[in-house]
């Protein structure tokens, strides 16, 4: 079993949706969530990273962590075009547990925002 | 863009040849992680290379080897090549070893590698 499941789409939603995207995880050591974009023939890029349960809102976008079911979601808002990419999401343990800057990535979900 | 750049772009080898791929990290940045980046996979962690000393290793074999150089430049090497070894290696730097707000890791944009 992987650490880090992510279901891999492809996901295709019209404009204007609001898109969700999922991981969950096994590994209770994971304290630092994050979600990467990647557009094609690029490297993956920061969009929201958060520590440990909770909320976290930058304009369109909204990350939610719940620990207790190890479950994270990336909410996307009015999505445009723009937003076509592979979100991918990754996690790292604290120093604590040995986590050093490693991150660990789900598969990524390919989304695509049609006209 | 990140500031991180990554040489070559793409990258054709056969099979038991040896590769070197090359990172150019921001300016400051102590840190370097290479990942690797199968087709349709997220990445996956190679190695992470703090102050030019090894800090940290993925399940990857000891044919994949890294240096890092006090010029924020770093190398990550792979010998006797195998098909497997075919996908997108990507280079990370950040601040310092350990994550936090201050220690985000930025990504090039990758070198392609096909094992033939």
Redesign the interface.
């Known amino acids: 079993q992987k650490e880090?499941e992510?279901d891999?789409g492809p996901l295709s939603v019209p404009e204007g949706a609001i898109v969700s995207l999922n991981c969950t995880y096994s590994n209770s050591a994971f304290q630092?969530f994050m979600w990467?974009r990647q557009y094609s023939?690029?490297?993956?890029?920061?969009l929201m990273?958060t520590y440990s349960s909770g909320n976290k809102e930058d304009g369109r976008f909204t990350a939610q962590v719940d620990k207790s079911s190890k479950y994270i979601s990336l909410f996307i808002r009015d999505s445009q075009p723009s937003d076509s990419a592979t979100y991918?999401c990754?996690m790292?343990q604290?120093?604590l547990t040995g986590?050093?800057?490693?991150?660990?990535?789900?598969?990524?979900t390919q989304l695509k925002v049609e006209l | 863009e990140t500031g991180v750049t990554q040489s070559p772009t793409h990258l054709i080898k056969t099979r038991g040849q040896q590769v070197t791929l090359r990172c150019s990290s921001q300016s400051g940045h102590n840190t370097v992680s290479w990942y690797q980046q199968a087709l349709g996979q997220g990445p996956q962690f190679i190695f992470q290379y703090y102050r030019e000393e090894e800090n940290g290793r993925g399940n990857f074999p000891p044919r994949f080897s890294g240096l890092q150089f006090p010029n924020y430049s770093s190398e990550l090497n792979v010998n006797a090549l195998e098909l497997d070894d075919s996908a997108l290696y990507l280079c990370a730097s950040s601040l310092g070893s350990t994550f936090s707000a201050k220690n985000i890791q930025y990504f090039g944009a990758g070198t392609r590698l096909s094992v033939l």
């Open positions: 880090v992510q891999p630092y990467y023939r690029k490297g993956p890029e920061l990273y991918l990754a790292s604290s120093i986590g050093g800057n490693k991150l660990t990535f789900g598969t990524g």
